[in-house]
């Protein structure tokens, strides 16, 4: 059981409008272990993320989080997994508190434990002083970091991140990584969609996603040896080897993710 992945995916496809969106894609993690998920705009990484977390209904294939299945028993799905998404999910007026307190209740913390959990998010989140104020006024760094602190609060077993830094400021995403490599250091699985290459770089292993399909999934240095064939070459250059296109590295501020609204 111990040696069980805590994802495994496997054929999972997705359409739109008769468009394939995400096809034949399997991935497995094991527990410790962290995955980025790389690819273009409209690749297919946030429909992925959506599937694997229970959000969206694959129309292919299967997948399974902690042996649960993602469609059937997405309940149990959902109770071993963090979340942060692309676009921030929270309610600005209310406050940290108020929101952790919702998350504990919804995660069904024991009641006695409330409030101790809720002091040490706070606490995670460097929040403690802005605890009981609106987060309407709070920089997009203050959000990030309280997001993650309620993706934890119930002692998640896979944290993933859908472009966690997207929007911050260098000093939100410093913050944010030094958050997000000190839970990989406790060795908390982590799968990451993102556009930023130097993010990937860091992580254990990386699948690079291309119009829906996975063109290869290995470590970042087993990558640039095989595709770039040089280990001191960039993810962009492993990109352009495997499909003849470059893959900006930027983050875009206006995306066509962010306005569109999921179905
Ligand atoms: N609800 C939807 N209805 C119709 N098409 C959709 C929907 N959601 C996603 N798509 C389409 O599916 C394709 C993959 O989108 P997806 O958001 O998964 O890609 P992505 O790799 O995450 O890109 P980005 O980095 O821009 O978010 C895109 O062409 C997108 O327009």
Known sequence: ????????????????????????????????QSLALIGPNGAGKSTTLAMLTTALRPDAGTAQVGG????RQARQVRGLLGVLFQEPALDERMTPRETLRLHAALHRVPRRDVAASVADALEAAGLVEAADRPIRGFSGGMKRRLELARALMHAPRLLVLDEPTLGLD????????????ALRARGMAVLMATHVLTEAESFDRVAILDRGRLVALDTPEALKRAHAGDPAASLEDVFLALTGRALRDEAHPLRPALVRRRA
């Open 170 to 181: 260098p000093q939100g995403r410093l913050d944010l990584w030094g958050r997000i490599g």
């Open 1 to 32: 059981m111990s040696s069980a992945p805590i994802l495994d995916a496997r054929g999972l496809g997705r359409r739109f409008g008769g468009r394939e969106v995400v096809a034949g894609l399997s991935l497995s993690l094991q527990e410790g």
């Open 68 to 71: 649960f299945d993602v469609v």
